[in-house]
DNA sequence: TCTGGGGTCCTAGGACCC
DNA sequence: TCTGGGGTCCTAGGACCC
């Protein structure tokens, strides 16, 4: 059996943990820029405050039920998550983290629930986030289990240990809920008046794997309770990394533009470095207000390679601000602007160059100490001279709550 | 006035090889 | 007049996830 585990309502669960005033007060957690919904308690749910809405368009409900709103605070909830993550593999062997706030266990030796309440209860004691956990054959299954135990139970756990169980439950459960079907694919089944998970289950094979791929056909194997997705609990690096961001105003200077894209290149560099691997080719993309149809669309985009693979810092934000240089057009002003970096392989093994002319065991000397300095003093504390300045304006973050676990000055007071 | 960020996988089609 | 067969690699675009 797989265990899904899946935290409720993640970033705003994060907020009470530290303000146990909020505790059945509904809450909200804004998107970067305090542009829109990310996260919502149960409460906010039942007001009616949709997933995604935009901040401005729901302002009077806020301000009428009295909702508790948070700019994203990612130190905060990646630590949460950390703390979570550790608890679960202190219970279980095998964990295969899925995402910030779910994952999969290894549950081979599953015997009743007990273990599974055992462990939820563990997990609400040592970080106050509370969880619900599915109980499952296969991942696909164990999603839908997760799904139930949230809506339909007390306890948070539901396990679905048999075919007859499994049936009755996908006969009621729509097929665009369905891990993996989408808005797209859930429409087009509709069309196919496929519309519950048990009629995509025992849909013809051959007709799913042509309309929707090996995904699709994997998917209906997996309701069937065949294992397509196994755990993978090794630690898996990113093939792609980005770093991107919306301005909380639109942005026309070119070099302000350039302080922008570098810091988003030197932030790429380091996750590179932290996973200790290199990158051979870097895209740097701008993009104008996509929601002002009046005014001109601009979404340019450009990438160049590196024939060293390479993680220096240096090195990629030259890259960047090169190929800034040959996408910004003058003309329009600009609201996203985003660094990826792909292709990347791991740094102990990396093909080098002929005609290469840096000094790269320097340069890894350099990044180091850089890497070292900024995680013992503070982050950006050395950072390049053409990084962003400007930051104060340029992303808004009005309702940050304290960084209560990473961050000495933001520790928690209590009075005795 | 105001609308997020960071990923993965699959497929089709083009360019190339012998 | 007639014009093969079997591959690989790369990219863009589309779908999905949280």
């Known amino acids: 059996m797989i265990g899904l585990a899946d935290c409720n309502n993640f970033y705003a669960s994060c907020e009470r943990v530290f303000n146990p005033r909020l505790k059945n007060e509904a809450v909200i957690v804004l998107s970067n820029n305090d542009g829109c919904v990310i996260a919502r308690s149960n409460e906010a749910k039942k007001l009616g405050v949709r997933m995604g809405a935009p901040v401005f368009k729901i302002k009077d409900t806020i301000s009428k039920y009295n909702i508790n709103v948070f700019s994203t605070n990612f130190a905060l909830y990646g630590d949460m ?70 809506k339909y139970t007390s306890n948070g756990i539901f396990i679905i240990n048999n075919d007859s169980l499994a049936d009755q439950i996908l006969k009621k459960f729509p097929i665009e809920e369905v891990w993996g079907i989408g808005r797209r694919f859930g429409k087009k089944l509709s069309y196919f ?67 922008i894209v570098s810091s988003f290149a030197n932030n790429c560099a380091y996750k590179l470095r932290k996973q200790k691997s290199c990158c051979t080719k870097i895209s740097v993309f701008l993009m104008t ?70 000094d790269r065991k ?21 950072h390049l001279a053409s990084g962003n300045f400007n930051r104060k304006w340029t992303f808004k973050r009005e309702k940050l709550s304290p960084c209560y676990t990473t961050m000495f000055s933001d520790i928690l007071k209590i009075q005795l």
Request: charged content about 25%; aromatic content about 10%.
């Open 193 to 259: 008046n496929i519309k519950t998970a048990l009629e995509f289950k025992n849909a013809n094979s051959k007709w799913i794997k042509k309309n929707f791929s090996v995904n699709g056909l994997r998917l209906q194997k997996e309701l069937k309770g065949e294992i397509c997705y196994p755990l993978e609990s090794g630690y898996k690096s990113k093939k792609n990394i980005c770093t991107s961001r919306s301005f909380s105003k639109e942005i026309k200077n070119f070099s302000h533009l350039s302080e």
């Open 289 to 358: 207000n996509r929601f002002k149809l009046n005014s001109p669309q601009y979404f340019p985009s450009i990438t160049l390679n590196f024939d060293t693979p390479t993680n220096d810092s240096f090195e990629i934000v030259s890259r960047a601000n090169k190929a800034l240089f040959k996408i910004h057009n003058p003309k329009y002003s600009y609201k996203k602007a985003g660094v990826v970096v792909h292709n990347t392989s791991p740094e102990s093994s990396i093909q080098t160059s002929l005609f290469d002319t840096i």
């Open 81 to 150: 998550s950390e703390r979570v993550m550790n608890t679960l593999k202190s219970e279980v062997d095998e964990v295969e983290i899925y995402s910030i706030d779910e994952a999969f266990l290894n549950f081979s030796d599953f015997i009743d629930t007990d273990r599974a309440i055992h462990i939820k209860k563990k997990v609400k004691q040592w970080t106050g986030i509370p969880v619900s956990i599915g109980i499952a054959p296969t991942k696909s299954l164990a999603k839908i289990a997760n799904h139930m135990a949230k």
């Open 362 to 382: 320097k340069r890894q000397q350099i990044m180091k100490s850089m890497d070292l300095l900024n995680s013992k003093m503070g982050k950006n504390k050395i």
